[in-house]
């Protein structure tokens, strides 16, 4: 028998007959504050629990369901979160994580569809391959993490903190990105042929200093007052981007078309490379 005690005060809160929590059915179970730290709960069944505050420090959640489950201000630092499934097609179902602490957890090809992370902190944390279509990260902590060929469209980014992320190949179409830090942060791509994905995306008032964007595709994206100070655009599909009064300083424009590109009181002229039409007005 296994005893599932409350991190704080030891109180059992929960029996399980059996010798491992492998592929354990802990469905829609009372516990908030547990201390499930260290333990293998790979094939577990955690839908619709409250594990509020819990304590999953370095758990292993290997394929794990967590949909619907309730698991704010959780703790799940280094946690393996490996193709587990949090997500759901309806926002209400999802888990919700809302300032959980998954700094250099495990996410690789998990279903965060839907899932709220707002002031979450991912810093380190790996999201390869996941899919983090709809996903609310307002004001979340995700600097440095691995998030290469992940599905982040119509994802909420709005004021998180992507420093040094690594987005490459991935898909932020219609992302909302308003006042997001991307400062040194790799949306280009990892093969010859690749880009990453930002069309539809908005990055007004974004902080994209020393961003690597070579070749992404951001057709119709919203960079207004924007900073792309440093940032490298070559070969970046730029069509229909709106750049109203973003700061282009040292930003290289290496063979980008900007014919229909909105340029009007950027500083275009402190940017490189930038082969900007001569019809083209109110620049700086």
Not at 238 to 249: E, K, N, Q, S
Not at 256 to 261: D, H
Not at 269 to 283: D, E, G, I, T
């Amino acid at each position: 028998m296994i005893e599932i005690r409350h991190r704080d005060s030891g109180e059992v809160l929960a029996e399980i007959e059996r010798d491992t929590l492998v592929g354990a059915d802990l469905r829609d179970m009372r516990l908030d504050g547990a201390d499930l730290s260290g333990l293998d709960l790979s094939s577990a069944d955690l839908s619709a629990s409250d594990l509020v505050g819990a304590r999953l420090h370095g758990s292993c959640l290997r394929e794990a369901i967590l949909v619907g489950a309730q698991l704010r201000a959780a703790d799940l630092a280094e946690a393996n979160l490996t193709r587990a499934r949090l997500g759901a097609e309806r926002p209400a179902r999802a888990a919700m994580l809302n300032a959980a602490r998954l700094a250099g957890a495990d996410l690789s090809g998990a279903d965060l569809r839907n899932v709220e992370l707002r002031q979450a902190d991912l810093a380190g944390a790996t999201l390869a391959h996941a899919d983090l279509r709809g996903a609310d990260f307002q004001g979340a902590n995700l600097v440095r993490t691995r998030a290469h060929r992940a599905l982040l469209i119509k994802a909420n980014l709005a004021e998180a903190d992507l420093s040094g992320a690594d987005l490459r190949d991935s898909h932020l179409n219609d992302a909302n990105l308003t006042r997001a830090r991307l400062c040194e942060a790799d949306l280009g791509s990892a093969f010859s042929d690749g880009f990453t994905v930002l069309n539809l995306a908005n990055l007004e008032g974004a902080d994209l200093r020393g961003a690597r964007l070579c070749h992404a595709s951001a057709q119709d994206a919203n960079f207004r007052y924007a900073d792309l100070t440093d940032a490298d655009l070559t070969d970046a599909v730029l069509g229909g981007a709106i750049l109203h009064r973003a700061d282009l300083t040292g930003a290289d424009f290496t063979r980008v078309e900007l014919a229909s590109v909105t340029l009007e009181f950027a500083n275009v002229s402190k940017a490189r490379n930038a082969q900007v039409p001569s019809y083209k007005k109110n620049l700086r």
